[in-house]
């Protein structure tokens, strides 16, 4: 409304007539649609592929909708009642309707599956009941019920019932850190002997970390090289990182495995030697050793690349400069040359660690017992146990650290201060 | 310019959904099962002779690692792509329960034995449920290395778990299932009681107890192809296989191992059909051919497996390429040294004996 108030006479026209703003503005706005045709197919592929199953497997971790949407009645019937003793004949009468329909329409596994999460048999207590009741027409169905599994002659149980009643829960997320609501609905920690997942959570941060140290140490110099030899040499070394790189992942962690097992090559060649005695060899892989040292040479390559394209700009007359100045070669290379390096430190150590932290075949293939990661379990809950709730809550935790690493990063380091290339 | 952007996704993401809607041809059948020698098995057993006489069927062979991850996927998200699945008892079980598999009628949908009886009478006791129909029974057992003890060979499964007369490593599945019942077989409970005294919880503890006495000599593998291997390379002197890959590694790639039938667990596969299929009646011609009692005995020609028929028994030959007869070889042959895995009672406690699994071993 504003052009309103303005003289017509005074705006600026193109030869056909139409107010040049107008004009400009239509072509801008074909550019910028062309623009986001070029990369409407990527917003596409990260939203379909990435964002929308995140969300998904976030919604899961705290998803109860099972309970209520099978057990209505039962939901309904418990309302009422206060907790102590026994529910009404109403709640039974309700559950014994409930199992009735679940099973007609053959979900009331599903229920099974579900309360078997929280109390082991519970499985076995609803199939069998939901059998037997399905055949009982007529009340009181209290004794019917109780008759047909003892679990729902128990407080504990409709307690459970109760408390799952909501359509959202977050236990999942307890159970994924060791802890528990107990029958009263009071948070507690799981018994001793159920404990893995904090234990877990606390092995796959410092391993990593180990791990992102060991691809330092270790690739530093091979960067320094690369970028300080002359291109026949560098070029050589350049392929001797980038062909374990393009080697296939199981390949690699396999031939891990013949190198360091018990009747291994480097076993063979220290018994060779004389260093140990054939009968006492080294167990060095199923287990923390096997898995640090696959995963170090796994990653390394996302380190030394790039450090190498950060040490590959750093002009050689700054350390001659330095030399000049006085500096020993140490001073020189410690004081001008490394920090320097710093951005290509940061920016592959972000990178090794994040891609250690969600690591899963190499330790389930070469680390044993004390050599297995959090995803390990994620993977065993997604395939096996099929509690994707768990594995859910277990992931988000997972996503929710490796985030708050990034900001801590990025506060500390700053991000801008990463170089990729 | 948010507006334009949410249409152009809307009608992409139609696009890119439409296509993914394409339903196969009614003739073909999507048939997943273990893939390696089992499925090169079933092949050459089943899959093949149906395609010949039945020329307007096309099978598609999948591979799976087992598991109901990917059938609930399918199920979940409204588009069942997989026709037939090659499944574990309990899996079947449990899928049924869920409503994931269809139910079938024994006695009308698959085929009776030669001389007339009814499926559900053909089929091995216990074997048959609402969802399931079997195949083969399979076994895990001990194995060891011939060479690696001199004088006494190990027979049962106390001298498994015997480290001062059998002295090396061992490798075990891990997970708690077969491990605890093979700890209190080891401990002397007769294996016909062994889920009623793994049903207390002094008897979980005096599995693990007894676990415990040779936790530090076991290497835990997940995979199934490992066990062999680690027996074959020498890192172990026991190892827990299933009996066909272990007879594969005995007969075919003459490793000096031999089974130790004793406490051998038997547990059933099978197939079982996914509801929401789109080519019911033809999967369902195909289970009938597949399970039939010459099909079942066929299969025993190429894999160590025995079959479910009672009728397919006397019918088992000699391997195809090997020409050693197969009837000493299957885990049926042996069956009073073993027992039939309690898949129901680990339905109830698989959950939480994994996680006290998994926290053992971390100790």
């Not at chain 1, 829960?169 to 159920?194: C, S």
């Not at chain 2, 080891?186 to 415990?212: N, Q």
Request: include cysteine; charge should be negative; hydrophobic fraction near 45%.
């Amino acid at each position: 409304m504003a052009e309103a108030t303005v003289d017509q006479s005074d705006i600026m026209r193109t030869a056909d007539g139409t107010p040049l703003k107008v004009s400009i503005g239509r072509a801008m706005r074909r550019n910028k649609l062309i623009a986001m045709g070029l990369i409407a197919p990527l917003l596409i592929f990260i939203l379909f592929s990435f964002l929308i199953p995140i969300v998904d497997m976030s919604l899961r971790s705290v998803d109860n909708s099972i309970i209520p949407r099978i057990l209505p009645n039962t939901i309904v019937a418990l309302e009422t009642w206060d907790g102590q003793d026994l529910p009404p004949e109403e709640a039974f009468a309700a559950l014994a309707a409930d199992m009735t329909a679940g099973r007609e329409s053959r979900e009331i596994g599903k229920v099974a599956t579900r309360l078997n999460y929280e109390v082991s048999g519970m499985r076995g207590a609803v199939m069998g009941t939901s059998r037997k009741i399905s055949k009982v027409k007529e009340g009181p169905y209290k004794e019917a019920l109780i008759k047909s599994n003892k679990a729902w002659g128990e407080q504990d149980t409709w307690l459970l019932l109760k408390r799952l009643s909501g359509k959202y829960t977050f236990g999942f997320y307890l159970n994924a850190v060791d802890m528990k609501y107990d029958v009263q609905g009071d948070i507690i920690a799981q018994p001793d002997f159920r404990q893995i997942y904090v234990d877990l959570f606390i092995r796959t941060l410092w391993m990593s970390l180990l791990i992102t140290g060991m691809t330092i140490l270790l690739g530093y110099p091979i960067a320094h090289l690369m970028a300080t030899l002359p291109l026949r040499y560098s070029n050589l070394l350049m392929i001797m990182v980038l062909l374990p790189f393009w080697t296939s992942l199981l390949v690699r962690t396999t031939a891990w495995i013949v190198v360091l097992q018990s009747n291994g090559v480097l076993n063979d060649i220290l018994v060779w030697v004389g260093l140990v005695a054939d009968d006492a060899r080294p167990q060095m892989v199923y287990n923390q050793i096997g898995t640090i040292v696959a995963m170090t040479h796994i990653l390394l390559p996302f380190m030394v690349l790039p450090l190498y394209s950060v040490m590959k700009t750093i002009p050689p007359t700054y350390m001659r400069a330095a030399r000049s100045l006085g500096a020993n070669q140490f001073t020189a290379f410690v004081r001008v040359y490394m920090p320097q390096t710093v951005a290509g430190i940061g920016a592959g150590s972000i990178l090794v660690f994040i891609l250690a932290i969600g690591y899963y075949i190499t330790p389930e293939l070469v680390g044993g017992t004390s050599g297995t990661l959090i995803s390990n379990q994620i993977a065993y809950h997604m395939q096996s146990s099929l509690n994707w709730s768990l594995a859910a809550a277990l992931g988000a935790i997972l996503l929710g650290t490796v985030v708050a690493l990034y900001f801590i990063y990025n506060h500390i380091v700053g991000i801008d201060n990463m170089k990729l290339g | 310019m948010k507006k334009t952007l949410r249409y152009t996704t809307v009608g992409l993401a139609g696009a890119a959904a439409l296509a993914f809607t394409v339903s196969a041809q009614a003739t073909e059948l999507n048939v997943v099962s273990w893939g390696g020698a089992y499925t090169a098995s079933q092949l050459k057993a089943y899959h093949q002779p149906y395609m010949k006489a039945n020329s307007g069927v096309k099978l598609n062979s999948i591979d799976y690692s087992g598991g109901l991850a990917e059938v609930r996927a399918q199920s979940e998200a409204g588009n069942v792509t997989w026709d037939l699945v090659d499944v574990v008892v309990s899996d079947a079980i449990r899928g049924c329960d869920e409503g994931l598999f269809m139910e079938i009628d024994n006695d009308a949908q698959l085929a009776a034995a030669p001389d007339g009886t009814p499926a559900s009478k053909d089929f091995l006791e216990g074997t048959l449920f609402d969802c399931f129909i079997p195949q083969i029974i399979y076994s895990t057992a001990f194995a060891y290395r011939t060479d690696a003890f001199k004088g006494d060979q190990p027979k049962t499964m106390a001298d498994v778990f015997d480290l001062k007369k059998f002295p090396g490593k061992r490798t075990l599945q891990r997970a708690p299932i077969n491990n605890l019942e093979w700890a209190l077989i080891a401990d002397g409970v007769p294996t016909a009681e062994v889920y009623d005294v793994l049903g207390t919880p002094a008897g979980v503890e005096r599995a693990f107890a007894k676990l415990d006495t040779i936790k530090d000599s076991v290497i835990w593998w997940t995979e199934g192809a490992v066990p062999a291997q680690l027996l074959a390379d020498g890192e172990v002197v026991f190892g827990t296989g299933y009996n066909g890959r272990l007879f594969s590694a005995i007969e075919e790639e003459k490793q000096p191992l031999a089974i130790i039938w004793d406490g051998q667990v038997m547990d059933i596969d099978g197939w079982a059909i996914p509801s929401g299929g789109k080519n019911k009646e033809a999967v369902m011609d195909f289970v009938k051919f597949a399970t039939d009692t010459q099909r079942l005995a066929d299969q025993a020609k190429y894999i160590s497996y025995g079959p479910a028929r009672k009728s397919s028994l006397p019918l088992i030959g000699k391997h195809a390429d090997l020409g050693i007869d197969m009837a000493p070889h299957m885990p049926t042959n042996y069956a009073d040294q073993g027992f039939l895995t309690g898949f129901q009672w680990w339905a109830d406690n698989r959950d939480e004996l994994n996680e006290r699994f998994e926290a053992w071993l971390q100790q």
